[in-house]
């Protein structure tokens, strides 16, 4: 069975010493008292939540899944997944960063995030249960009337009630403006929704009393498209006015899906039979309401292939140096044992190194973003919170495509390591790389993520959101360019630096003629970006270890070695990334359709 060590020194290494997040929080008026102690006393405590509690119960859990009781529609969840469940609410974890005016903590989403991490490298499956419940609390508390607020927050700040977002239909996936889930008004305000949802995460179980859904839906009178979609809680258990709950709602649990991974999180196919809802925000306008809980999840699942990454390669580590097989091509390493240790056979490194590099940088980048969203809600400077909100939008794609496509290569990577052992059960790799291959197709597909940040976030204002985090990239260039110690960072990130530049004006240009070229070249830009970004923060880590190794902690040669692996091995990728996006559209549109 796999183990699981929470990686606390590197999350320190990055909050503390090169983001300087306390710093950072104290401008923030709820965050004025917060200390570094805090935060790492609080991950800590919560390390030890993640290796001793939910680690336990991931293999098993994937091997038993969950069943669903046709006659009643209550999902049974894997052994001692609702056990696990009531320790987290006793603990206080669900309420970490939400609203002390709600019961919360009241400490930062970046506190948060970094916990997240640690539970999907325990247990993703699992996770997905309250995780899902962050964004229906984030949706509400901005959009929610002050009366659902107080009915509904505090529950689910608690932790005693969990949500969901129920927006997928059979007939479209993330074209929203397709589906047919329809509300009827009722003379008491609230509304009658008839319709069925498919993919809903977490949306049948025992572990809380309540699930709060959140449901997509029309009006009669709906407009056609995107611009005809309302918002409505339908909570499984009708809700009282005093808080108490009433009699089961018309929404339940029709099918489980079959799925290739998170066997122990219950993905549900849901039918709505005159549910009764009531609407958040206005009519009409439920698509704008539920980006904030659709921007919270993708980021979320940014963190699930971080969290992947990170307990695949620590698995795959403690093998290869274990696992004798072969000698060294350059003699033996261990001549007292009967074969070599893996670990020294250079490919073999390479894959462990790619992995680690995808972790470690994914992590800097999660937690600088984060950040940003921070201060986009918590800033009381008006300018600041207009930057960070841009910023947040600007790389919540990238987290969300480049993190679950280097999730899934790094936990191939690990179970490769193992080679035959790789694909058996028991060792566990295989179930991450089955979880992680998932992450790359919901929230919107990675695709979808790359044409929202070549469309969206870069052409639609002209690149001005880029040139904005570009210009934090060419200060530090500027800074650090005099520093001999840093060219072997620095140069790197220049030179990528002026070829995304030039790649998007050319990219924009033919957009003008054909904006069918978006498309031929939105996957291939947005990989070009996060390696960008990578390299940003691999040079800014490599700037503090540069700094720190004198003090003759390992931590900092280590952190040294990955950062010039990096730099050496995986950015030259992008190189053939510009290339293929230069290509453009007309080897992708030439053969007929018929010949496919």
């Given amino acids: ?155 689910l700040t608690s932790g005693e009630w969990t949500g969901t977002m129920c927006l997928t239909e059979p007939h479209c996936g993330t074209d929203l403006g397709l589906l047919r889930t329809k509300a009827e008004p009722q003379a008491d305000g609230t509304y009658k929704i008839t319709g069925g949802k498919i993919f809903i995460s ?160 994914a992590r800097a980048l999660q937690a600088y973003t984060v950040l940003q969203a921070d201060k986009s809600i918590s800033s009381d400077d008006e300018d600041e919170r207009k930057e960070a909100e841009a910023e947040l939008a600007l790389l919540t794609p990238i987290i969300k495509a480049f993190i679950t496509d280097n999730g899934w290569l790094a936990t191939s990577h690990c179970m490769q390591v193992y080679g035959g052992h790789g694909y058996i059960h028991e060792w566990g790799m295989e179930q991450f790389v089955r979880d992680a291959r998932i992450n790359m197709l919901y929230e919107g597909t990675n695709t979808i993520q790359s044409l929202d940040l070549l469309g969206r976030k870069v052409l639609g204002n002209n690149g001005a959101t880029l040139k904005k985090f570009g210009k934090k990239i060419a200060a530090f260039i500027e800074e650090e360019g005099v520093n001999e110690a840093m060219q072997e960072f620095i140069n790197p990130l220049a030179d990528l630096g002026d070829k995304v530049n030039k790649l998007t004006q050319e990219l924009g240009m033919k957009a003008f003629g054909n904006p069918d070229e978006v498309g031929a070249a939105a996957v291939d830009y947005l990989r070009v970006v996060g390696h960008m970004t990578f390299a940003y923060f691999f040079a800014r880590m490599a700037k503090v270890a540069l700094e720190k190794q004198g003090s003759g902690d390992p931590f900092y040669r280590a952190k040294l070695a990955t950062a010039r692996f990096y730099f050496a091995k995986l950015l030259p990728e992008t190189a053939s990334l510009i290339r293929t996006a230069r290509a453009g559209l007309a080897p992708l549109m030439e053969m007929d359709e018929a010949l496919f």
């Fill in 202 to 361: 977490a949306g049948e179980h025992t572990l809380a009393e309540n699930i709060v859904h959140l449901v997509l839906a029309r009006l009669p009178d709906a407009p056609a498209g995107s611009k005809g979609i309302s918002l409505f809680i339908v909570p499984k258990f009708k809700v009282n006015a005093d808080g108490s709950l009433g009699e089961r709602n018309g929404i339940f649990c029709s099918g489980l899906e079959h799925k290739m991974g998170i066997h122990g999180n219950s993905t549900c196919q849901m039918t709505l039979e005159d549910a009764v809802g009531t609407m958040v925000g206005q009519p009409n306008k439920g698509l704008a309401a539920m980006f904030v809980m659709m921007n919270t999840a993708r980021l979320g699942v940014g963190n699930q292939s971080l969290g992947l990454t990170e307990v695949a390669y620590q698995n795959a580590v403690a093998y290869a140096k274990d696992r004798l097989q072969m000698r060294s091509l350059s003699g033996a390493k261990a001549p007292e044992k009967a074969a070599d240790p893996i670990i020294v056979h250079p490919d073999v490194r390479k894959m462990l190194l790619t992995a680690r590099a995808f972790a470690e940088g």
């Fill in 1 to 155: 069975m796999p183990s699981y060590t929470p990686p606390l020194r590197d999350m320190q290494f990055v909050l503390h010493e090169v983001l300087n997040v306390v710093d950072e929080l104290k401008m923030l008026p709820p965050y004025a008292d917060i200390d570094a102690d805090t935060i790492n006393a609080v991950l800590e405590e919560g390390g030890k939540f993640c290796a001793e509690v939910i680690t336990p119960i991931n293999l098993s859990g994937d091997k038993e899944g969950c069943q669903l009781d046709k006659s009643t529609h209550e999902v049974t969840t894997p052994k001692g997944f609702k056990e696990a469940y009531k320790t987290y609410v006793e603990g206080g974890w669900a309420a970490l960063a939400c609203d002390p005016a709600y019961g919360g903590q009241g400490l930062p989403l970046l506190v948060n995030q970094c916990f997240y991490e640690m539970l999907n490298s325990a247990n993703q499956a699992w996770t997905m249960y309250p995780g899902l419940s962050h964004g229906a609390y984030e949706c509400l508390h901005a959009h929610g009337t002050d009366e659902q607020k107080k009915l509904y927050l505090p529950k």
